[in-house]
């Protein structure tokens, strides 16, 4: 959005930057003021802290007074010197019962000598009670020293049964001549206790109080009755007490930042410990309404500096609207200048007297005016020699346009016929290209064919001779194979005389038979002492069974052994038979027909050079007309960058003469525009 007034821009200006200096100061102010009540909030939390802790520590010593004004009575005084003596332990059993009534809110008073025997106590059955030896040791330990020195001591107790809390206060005592003689104790109600807790401390709606023991980590009190009795659980207060149980603080107070569990609000706490009474109290508030005050107050003054921007703005809007009022009747005045209207104007004369800017701004208008209409009378001067100059210029650049049109036209014309003569020579020099190339190619395969038929009738020639070495050398191979093949078919005949043998081991298989059985008779004759005998005799006839058939076994395979004998000597009769009538006689025709070949040959080498004499003279003779038809060429192409030397020249001229027509239509046409515009001013 754009502010068109002059008044209101200088404004809004001064009122931004004003704003911006009073809203720094807010938040400076702002700042170190909720600053200031953060101090203030955090030191109010440490003094109430410090000051619950210190009535927590009165309330202590309190206890600690009836104890003292116990154990200093004439009974127990007694008593501490004759334990063992009965009349003494029922006086002071009396004594204790009426004491427990003077101290608020206790439940039980006891005394325990230093062997560990409870002597008095306000609840009889209580009376002669035996502590366990550990307990004992400990509190030894715990309540005496070589000293003499009277320890005081105080622990919060949560009962096993009832689960209530309560407060126990011990001082331990010592005999005249220094040994210590026991310990006396007050079991107190938690009711004053937490009434100081729940009474002092009070700093937001959203708050956390925790009071928890360290050494005995269980909550004795808590805003929170249910975590009452149990192990803390707040992080923040589980924080504090490892790092105070590791000695990492060296100071047993401070302040921590934390979430609070369930709400995750940011709190601010302080805690200190008492660590004579084992007492770690931790405050938390909400820090939103804990610094509530102090976000309040920090509100306030930022609407307040709204408010006096506001005001600012509008006594700004009056005061600068009326110094910049004559301003506008100057802008009015240059108003009539924009509009062409160069009159006098009287409203800005009673400025020009004024000592200000808004004088010299008046005086200096006046004089634009003045300057205007001196400039305007020169232009209407200049426009009408303009006018003049550019119908000469207009007059001599149609003379030449039409000259350059001529010289142009006869251009053209020679320019077609000479493209005309260069397509036609370029088209006859392609067609001699296309001759020359098919004659260097006929040539190439005539030379080609040359070669070739040397090395063909070369070829002929050894392999007409290796022909002959061949079928020289396989008659004579094939003579040898035959011979080979009619001594292999003699030798097969050795195969029939394996008949006659296997009919010589049947006879003596026959024999053998003949002659076991023979032996077998008489050993049965000879009775026990041919038994021996008659084994070998059965022994002999087994193997004489085997013999036999082995040998029918080889008369079997004899058998077709002969039969393959024959075929094999069938079939080489028949190979003899197709080499001597078939193999021999297809080399011998071979043979002639390759010397036939090998005469064809030499008369197509001959036809072959004829033909490549006829083509180098055709060569020749079209280098030479190709030679000729590129210096025609030549000088085609030169007459032709002629002519389009010409027509380039005759372009640029026509171009020229194009531009100076332009260039005075321009003229005559600014003269008339200006001679409009000076006269649309009102002198």
């Known amino acids: 959005m754009r502010f068109k007034k002059l008044s209101v821009r200088i404004t809004l200006y001064i009122v931004i930057a004003t704003s911006i200096g009073i809203i720094m100061q807010n938040l400076i102010a702002s700042y170190s003021m909720f600053n200031m009540m953060q101090d203030n909030a955090e030191k109010t939390l440490t003094g109430l802290v410090e000051q619950i802790t210190a009535r927590l520590d009165a309330y202590t010593q309190k206890q600690y007074a009836y104890l003292d004004g ?12 004759l334990p063992d003596d009965p009349a003494i332990q029922e006086t002071a059993e009396i004594y204790t019962k009426d004491f427990m009534e003077a101290i608020p809110n206790s439940k039980s008073l006891f005394y325990v000598e230093y062997n560990g025997k409870v002597l008095t106590h306000t609840r009889p059955d209580m009376i002669g009670y035996q502590n366990d030896p550990e307990l004992i040791k400990m509190i030894q330990g715990l309540y005496y020293n070589t000293e003499g020195k009277t320890v005081y001591n105080s622990v919060t107790a949560v009962s096993p049964a009832t689960g209530d809390i309560s407060l126990v206060f011990a001082r331990s005592s010592y005999k005249n001549n220094g040994q210590p003689a026991g310990y006396c104790s007050v079991e107190i109600d938690k009711t004053e206790f ?18 928890t023991g360290i050494r005995n980590p269980v909550v004795y009190y808590s805003n929170n009755p249910e975590e009452i009795t149990l192990a803390p659980e707040n992080p923040a207060v589980l924080s504090i007490m490892e790092k ?30 008492l660590p004579a009474n084992d007492w770690l109290l931790f405050v938390g508030t909400d ?15 930022i609407i307040n500096g709204l408010v006096i921007i506001i005001l600012i703005g509008l006594l700004l809007v009056l005061l600068i609207g009326h110094m910049i009022k004559p301003i506008t009747k100057i802008q009015e005045a240059l108003a009539k200048v924009a509009a062409l209207d160069l009159s006098d104007n009287n409203e800005i004369a009673g400025f020009e007297k004024r000592a200000d800017e808004i004088g010299k701004l008046a005086a200096d208008t006046k004089r634009v005016i003045f300057s205007l209409r001196g400039a305007v009378s020169v232009f209407k001067e200049y426009s009408n020699v303009m006018d003049d100059s550019a119908g000469n210029l207009d007059d001599a650049s149609k003379v030449l346009a039409n000259i350059t049109a001529e010289n142009k036209d006869i251009a053209d014309n020679l320019a077609v016929k000479i493209n005309e003569t260069n397509e036609a020579i ?3 020099h392609a067609e001699i290209e296309n001759i020359v ?10 030379e080609e064919g040359q070669s070739d038929s040397e090395e063909l009738i070369k070829s002929a020639s050894e392999i007409n001779e290796k022909i002959n070495d061949e079928i020289q050398k396989n008659m004579a191979t094939l003579q040898e194979t035959m011979a080979s093949m009619q001594e292999a078919l003699e030798s097969l005949k050795a195969v029939e005389q394996i008949n006659v043998l296997a009919e010589d081991i049947m006879s003596i298989t026959s024999q053998t038979n003949l002659l076991s059985l023979n032996a077998s008779i008489e050993a049965a004759r000879a009775g026990e002492a041919g038994r021996g005998f008659a084994v070998v005799a059965g022994e002999i006839g087994a193997l004489a069974d085997q013999s036999k058939e082995t040998a029918m076994n080889i008369t079997e395979i004899v058998a077709a052994s002969n039969e393959s004998v024959v075929n094999v000597r069938n079939q080489v009769s028949n190979l003899i038979d197709f080499i001597k009538n078939d193999v021999i006689s297809s080399f011998e025709i071979f043979s002639a027909q390759s010397q036939h070949y090998d005469e064809g040959i030499s008369t197509i080498k001959q036809a072959v050079a004829d033909i490549g004499d006829v083509m180098n003279n055709l ?13 025609v060429n030549d000088a085609s192409v030169e007459n032709t960058e002629g002519v389009a030397s010409i027509l380039g ?8 003469s194009q531009g100076i027509e332009n260039l005075a239509n321009e003229t005559k046409n600014n003269a008339n525009d200006l001679k409009v515009a000076i006269n649309q001013f009102n002198v």
């Open 70 to 81: 116990f154990m200093i009575s004439k009974e127990m005084s007694s008593l501490k010197e």
């Open 437 to 446: 190339s098919l004659v260097d190619e006929v040539s190439t395969k005539v």
């Open 194 to 211: 937490y009434d100081l807790l729940e009474q002092g401390i009070h700093l937001a709606d959203n708050q956390d109080v925790i009071l």
């Open 426 to 428: 370029e088209t006859v």
């Open 649 to 656: 020249k005759n372009t640029q001229t026509d171009e020229l």
């Open 244 to 273: 105070v149980s590791a000695g990492t603080y060296e100071t047993i107070e401070g302040v921590v930042r934390y979430n609070q569990v369930g709400t995750n609000r940011p709190m601010y706490g302080y805690y200190e410990y």
């Open 287 to 301: 820090i939103n309404e804990f610094y509530g005050q102090a976000y309040a107050t920090t509100n306030k003054m």
């Open 619 to 631: 060569s020749a003779s079209i280098d030479e007309i190709a030679k000729q038809i590129e210096s």
